[in-house]
Structure formats: C-alpha cells, structure tokens
C-alpha cells in the first residue's frame, strides 16, 4: 500500500499536485492549491482476477427516459423537458443570482402537484427557507425540509421516509462527507459528498438538483469538478443589477444544450418569460448611431437583442483599446480586420467598443453583419434606418454567408414590428431583404459610403 502523504489540489479545476504551486499549471487560476487528504471516492477492492464486466447488445429497445415537470415551463425547457428520475443536475451560477429561488419554486409547484419532495439547505436555517417560501406565496406547500449539512446524517433520514420524487441540495459546498477529511467546499469533500447523493438518487429513483456556487477566487471548489459526475449542468446567469435572468444548460445526457429558460427576478419570486424579445430591445425615441437589432437563435427559440457600437478617435500613435461585453473579443478582431481589408474603413486609429445591451451572451457567428452594421453606423455618425434588424455571418474575404434557421429569426422580427433585414442574398423570409453581399455592400446599404470618404482617408 502506498503511503498516505499530503497532496495539493486546485480548487478550481480539481487538479492535483505532490507539491503547492502558486499557479495551476492547468487552468490558470492563482493561489488555488490547498493540502487535501488523499483519499478520494472510497473504491471497492478489486476481486481476485476480476469479474467479467457484462456485454449487452445494442440494439434492443429501450424506453425513453420518463420525465417530471417542474411546473415552471422556462426550468423544464432548459431542462430538455423535465427532470429525469434518478438523474443529477447541477445549476451553476454567481451568488445572489437566484438559485435558491428558482429551485425553492420548483419544488413547491412538484410538491403542489402531489410529489414527494425533499428539500435541504446547508445555507439557510429552517425559518428562513419558510419565510422565502411565504413571500413566494408556497407557504402551504407539503413538502420535507431539513436544514443540514452532514451527508450521512441526511442520508438516514432519508432512508427512513418514503423515497422523494424530487431531491434538493443547496447548495453542495456546504455539504459534508464522512468519507474524506477536509472542510466543506474543498474539491474533495465537493466530490464525495456529491458521489454519495449522486448514489443514493441513482439507486432510489429520485432526480436530484444540486446547487452549486460559481466563485471566482478559488476558495470555494467550482463546480466544475462536478461537471462530469453529473447528467446536466445548468447555468443561472444574469447581471444582478438588471432583473432578468437566463438559465442555460451546458450539458444534458437526455437533451440538448442549446435551450435556455428566461426569467425576471420579480419582488415575489422569478417570474417567467415566455417571450423574452421585449426585454433586450431598448425603446427610444430617436434613432442613434451605432445600434441595430440582432435577431439571435438560442436553441429553436428567436430572441431579439440590440448590438451597439461606439467608435472613438485617437489622436495619432496611441494604442487603440476594443472591448467587448457579451461577444466574442476574438470575433470582433476579426470583424474589423474585414471591414479595413474588404470595405476600406480606416479602423486603426479607432477605439472600439461593442455592447450587447441587456447583459445577454451571444455566441452566434450569426451575429456578424449586425456587429459589422452596429460599427459602420458608429464610424459614420449615422443612425441605422429604424426598424432594421441585420444576421448574416462574415467571411474573411468580406462575403456574407446565411446563417441557420433565416425565417424563424424573420418571423420574430415581423412579430415585434420590424419592416426589413439587412441579411445574405437568397434570404427569404417574413420581412422586406436588403441582400448584402459583402461588407462593401452593407456599407452602401447604410448609406455610410459618403460621411466616411467625407472624414478623409483615415476614417
Ligand atoms: P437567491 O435565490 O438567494 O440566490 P442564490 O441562491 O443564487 O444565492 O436570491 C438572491 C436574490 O434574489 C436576493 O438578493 C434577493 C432576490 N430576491 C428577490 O428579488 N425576490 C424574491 O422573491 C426572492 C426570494 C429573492
Ligand atoms: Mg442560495
């Protein structure tokens, strides 16, 4: 038997190191490493020689898993259409950002229903959770609470009660294991702890929703280490200062993971958004230069969101900065090195912000002839035509290629009183098109052509 010694663990990414290292020489985080006992997962000993592991056959029927709503339309949507029995999924997110929230009402809607459920929090005493439960207007609701933090302790009493449809962790960096030495929240005890529960829900039938807290500064273990010991990972995102709230899945063994839940964070609860486009469309009065409407495609759902653009002067010799909130900084490089090469602006003098306005992510190659549009209107001083939306995806050749599912986008922008769409050639769809070929058309087509030759050859 090898002796037991004293290891490091990054508590962000779950690597390991015989000796503390300032960086983690896999994910990068600093300070990250503390000693941790060795002992993981306790592992059962091997059988002499082995037993056979069983080989089936494929092909043989098999029932789709069955599925529980939550009875909170937008959770099951981003859930692929309900829990699983016997599952595990992890919601992620930033404190403060909902959570306990949002699995507190899907657990009284299930209870509601006439399910069993259990629910436990490591964080909050009995009376807090009940008075949450008040102001969110499940008071009444029957269902099993404990306020507890030892793993096996829970374990007993569940043991001892009817098996829960429905079992609630919040969240598990409070939880703790007998099985491994060390304080709540390091990976280890995250890891077994999990594995434990994870266990108990498999062989009881039971889907369980474990909360995890996404920190930053590596004293608390992400819940990235949790990532692949469960089915679906979902993540609760947001900026806190705004109301709304998305929850997206990440990964899904029973579904896609391009569906997300959209939310607003109301004074009795979250509320859903069954038609979320509204909500990340600015209202103004007048047209401003620099912003246009995106229409963007989260899983098979359309949703409107602005793109704005702000291009600054500098005076010559000064490094020009480019940020990006909500895009991909990479992708906006890219996006004006084509408009320099194939559509002549003169950039590099330029600094260049870009906002996705409503704190929303975009990942869609699609959105760049919107972005494309968004600086040209900037550059230019001249306002975007009201009621335009812009998709199409550019090439480094300056070419606008289609982007997927054109008339779903299209319908979405007719329903929300848009009157054309900057887009690719051969788009056809609910709205008038303006077809851009390449980013020296859409420059013409925002009749920018004039007021940038008018600023000289340097933009
Ligand atoms: P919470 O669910 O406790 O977040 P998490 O579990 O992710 O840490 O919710 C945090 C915030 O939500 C908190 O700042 C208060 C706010 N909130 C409301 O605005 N309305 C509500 O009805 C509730 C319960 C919370
Ligand atoms: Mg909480």
Redesign the pocket.
């Known amino acids: 038997m090898a002796r037991a010694s004293r290891r490091f663990v990054c508590q962000s990414c779950g690597s390991v190191s015989p000796r503390w290292l300032g960086q983690c020489p896999d994910c990068g985080a600093w300070n990250s490493f503390v000693p941790e006992a060795p002992a993981g997962i306790p592992r059962r000993r091997p059988a002499p020689g082995g037993q056979p592991a069983a080989f089936v056959p494929l092909a043989v029927p098999v029932a789709l898993p069955e599925r529980l709503a939550t009875g909170i339309a937008e959770f099951d949507r981003a859930l692929g259409g309900g829990l699983v029995p016997g599952s595990a999924t992890l919601i992620g ?10 699995l507190l009402q899907a657990a009284g809607r299930m209870a509601r229903a006439g399910r069993a459920v259990a629910y436990v929090s490591g964080e909050e005493a009995a009376d807090q959770v009940r008075l ?1 439960a008040r ?2 207007g499940l008071g009444d609701v029957s269902l099993a609470l404990a306020a507890a933090t030892s793993v096996s302790d829970i374990l007993a009493a569940l043991g001892s009660r009817p098996r829960p449809d429905l079992l609630v962790i ?1 969240s598990i960096q409070t939880m703790a294991s007998d099985l491994v030495e060390g304080a709540p929240g390091t990976v280890g005890q995250v890891r077994a702890a999990a594995h434990e529960l994870i266990t108990y829900a498999k062989a009881a039938g039971a889907a369980l929703l474990l ?1 995890g ?1 996404v920190t930053k500064d590596g004293q608390i273990a992400g819940p990235r280490v949790l990532e692949h010991m469960v089915d679906a990972v979902l993540y ?1 995102e947001g900026d ?1 200062a705004l109301s709304y709230r998305v929850l997206r899945a990440v990964k899904n063994r029973f579904g896609g993971t391009d569906e997300i839940g959209v939310f607003t ?5 979250l509320v859903e958004v069954p038609n979320p486009s509204s909500l990340f469309l600015t209202a103004r009065d007048r047209p401003v230069p620099g912003a246009i409407v995106f229409p963007a495609l989260e899983g098979t759902r359309p949703l409107l969101v602005e793109i704005q653009a702000l291009t600054v002067r500098l005076a010559s010799g000064a490094t020009p900065r480019r940020a990006v909130v909500g895009w991909d900084p990479g992708r906006l490089a890219m996006v004006l090195a084509v408009l320099e090469a194939r559509a002549g602006l003169a950039l590099g003098a330029h600094e260049v912000y870009l906002n996705v306005a409503g704190g929303l992510r975009i990942a869609e190659p699609a959105a760049d002839l919107a972005v494309a549009a968004a600086i040209v209107s900037a550059l230019a001083d001249a306002p975007v035509e009201p009621g335009t939306v812009a998709f199409g995806e550019i090439a480094l050749s300056g070419e606008i290629r289609p982007a997927p599912q054109p008339e779903l986008r299209l319908k979405e922008a007719a329903k929300l009183g848009f009157a054309h769409a900057l887009a690719p050639p051969g788009t056809k769809g609910a709205l008038e098109i303006r077809p851009c070929a390449g980013v020296a058309t859409l420059v013409d087509r925002l009749g920018a052509r004039r007021a940038l030759s008018r600023r000289g050859p340097e933009g």
């Open positions: 997110g930033d404190p403060g950002i909902g959570k306990s929230t949002l949450r102001r969110l919040d909360v807290h609760f806190r964070m109301a004074t009795d609860g």
